[in-house]
């Protein structure tokens, strides 16, 4: 059954003022019951939205996957659990070669450069090799860990080795999916926001099971912890990984999510992301794409160069054609 017409015209409305989507509100930009015309509104609105406070400025954004190394934590979703063995074969860069890619890319002047590591990597490892790495880049690109738990002052000296920010999300069905319980990641999820460090976190891994409700539970929780990066990341089916044979969602579903989390955020949010890229969700409310490299926890071996051949040059391409502005 649609949505009442009056239903649509307010939320359209709501959409187009300005003002943050409530809890509601976000569940109806998902709604199947949303019409046609509603829903290219709504789209229309995050996309202008977003172009508004970002000031049309689109920003790629570059990871390097530092590790494979089996994981004991066995995520439903992700090639580098050590129960499924579908990685071709342990992978560990070596903190030479992570600075040697790091600023190749760094040439290239993406906003941030990620170092993603696998959940037990360790923090002072992770310190030493982010120390050396801020030692290459430019200064306008930003340094940003992805890493496991952290304990009382792990933050500190993430910052003191020069990391601006910290990627760390509260994953869909935590604790089930996942090997990290709830209480751990929000712990974490805690100690990063009450630190110098931005938080950047995303509604992810997004897979066709997906309820509307835990879609926005998501998008909520990580906004009740002060994101500065948020968005959508879609779960890529790895052969193999328990949670393969559900499939993918479509990209009309990305893109509504993508829609809905900018919808959401208020003007602090100036990043919101879509991983794998997708043109139609930058015109729904994303500017930021994703250019990986090394170990990647959606695919069964790392990417020498860069992941499915989506490079920065790539990236900045992607945004240009939608009408960004890309440094």
Request: some cysteine.
């Amino acid at each position: 059954m649609a949505i009442g017409l009056d239903t649509e015209k307010q939320l359209v409305a709501k959409c187009r003022s300005g003002q943050l989507l409530n809890r509601d509100e976000a569940l109806l930009v998902l709604s199947p019951r949303l019409s046609a015309e509603g829903t290219a509104a709504v789209l229309a609105a995050a996309d202008k939205r977003m172009r508004t406070i970002a000031g049309n400025r689109g920003r790629p954004y570059a990871a390097i996957g530092v590790d494979s190394a089996p994981c004991a934590r066995n995520c439903a979703f992700c090639s580098h659990g050590a129960k499924w063995g579908v990685y071709g074969k342990p992978y560990v860069m070596t903190d030479t070669e992570v600075c040697r890619r790091a600023e190749e890319i760094g040439r290239q002047h993406p906003e941030w450069l990620t170092l993603r590591t696998t959940q037990d990597y360790g923090i002072e490892r992770l310190c030493r090799l982010a120390r050396e790495v801020r030692s290459v880049l430019p200064q306008e690109t930003a340094l940003v860990v992805n890493t496991g738990e952290f304990a009382p002052g792990d933050c500190d000296r993430l910052l003191a080795a020069g990391v601006a920010a910290v990627y760390h999300t509260y994953r869909l069905r935590e604790g089930k999916d996942t090997g990290v319980t709830p209480e751990e990641r929000l712990r974490t999820l805690s100690l990063i926001r009450d630190s110098g460090l931005a938080l950047f976190a995303l509604v992810e891994p997004v897979g066709p099971e997906h309820t509307d409700q835990e879609l926005v539970d998501a998008a909520f929780r990580l906004k009740d912890y002060r994101v500065n990066l948020s968005g959508v990341m879609a779960r890529v089916p790895v052969p193999g990984t328990p949670l393969a044979g559900l499939g993918a969602m479509n990209e009309e579903r990305l893109v509504r999510i993508v829609a809905m989390t900018r919808l959401i955020s208020g003007p602090k949010v100036e990043a919101i992301c879509v991983h794998p890229p997708s043109v139609a969700a930058l015109h729904a409310g994303a500017n930021v794409v994703v250019v990986e490299c090394g170990a990647i926890p959606r695919d069964q071996t790392e990417a020498a160069e860069s992941w499915r051949h989506f490079d920065l040059a790539a990236a900045r391409k992607m945004l240009s054609q939608v009408g960004f502005a890309v440094r």
